[in-house]
Antibody, heavy 114, light 107 residues
Framework: EVQLLESGGALVQPGGSLRLSCAAS????????MNWVRQAPGKGLEWVSG????????YHADSVKGRFTISRDNSKNMLFLQISDLRDEDTALYYC???????WGQGTLVTVSS | DIQMTQSPSSLSASVGDRVTITCRAS??????LGWFQQKPGKAPKRLIY???SLQSGVPSRFSGSGSGTEFTLTISSLQPEDFATYYC?????????FGQGTKVEIK
């Protein structure tokens, strides 16, 4: 059974940093593009970052470019999102998703507030 | 970047109605589009991939069509469990982009 389990969300002050993790199981992580998608409270879905299967390519939305870094460790079946210089507008539920969205985790909540 | 314009933003419909939701891409994306359903408090669920392929386990009342810049999600006969928010996602080129969402409500 495919499972994605996010962790690392927290209440953080503006300007702070956080590392989100996504533990994958039930499939071979190294075979798939992986993505992070977020959803601010009461808002729509926003694609945030993506990474190719072999980590050869990483991609980020303009809204997070230079502040967010996506990475993966295929040997440990893990996906990561390093987020820095957090802003109020980064408050959201962050989901990891496999490939073109066939599987999603349940999300981890990041709240940016002083 | 490719912009996805989804319409309508919301609609009211009755059980048994036929419902159509549209996504328009700012440039051609072949058939690199998926449709997702999201219910409150839940993760999104993919219904359609590559514009017209039905995800395994999804009822056949859901269908997708289109290619290039115009795409449609159709629910042939709306059921009570279909009241939710629907999104399209283009994955033709990075950055991937979602439509703004369509909330389907009970009339």
């Amino acid at each position: 059974e495919v499972q994605l389990l996010e962790s690392g969300g927290a209440l953080v002050q503006p300007g702070g940093s956080l590392r989100l993790s996504c533990a994958a199981s039930g499939f071979t992580l190294s075979s798939y593009i992986m993505n992070w998608v977020r959803q601010a409270p009461g808002k729509g879905l926003e694609w945030v970052s993506g990474i190719s299967a072999d980590s050869g390519g990483t991609y980020h939305a303009d809204s997070v470019k230079g502040r967010f870094t996506i990475s993966r460790d295929n040997s440990k079946n893990m996906l990561f999102l390093q987020i820095s210089d957090l802003r109020d507008e980064d408050t959201a539920l962050y989901y990891c998703a496999r490939g073109r969205g066939g599987y999603w985790g349940q999300g981890t909540l990041v709240t940016v507030s002083s | 970047d490719i912009q996805m314009t989804q319409s309508p933003s919301s609609l009211s419909a009755s059980v048994g109605d036929r419902v159509t939701i549209t996504c328009r891409a700012s440039q051609g994306i072949r058939n690199d589009l998926g449709w997702f359903q999201q219910k409150p408090g839940k993760a999104p669920k993919r219904l359609i991939y590559f514009a017209s392929s039905l995800q395994s386990g999804v009822p056949s009342r859901f269908s997708g069509s289109g290619s290039g810049t115009e795409f449609t999600l159709t629910i042939s006969s709306l059921q009570p469990e279909d009241f939710a928010t629907y999104y399209c996602l283009q994955h033709n080129s990075f950055p991937w982009t979602f439509g703004q969402g369509t909330k389907v409500e009970i009339k």
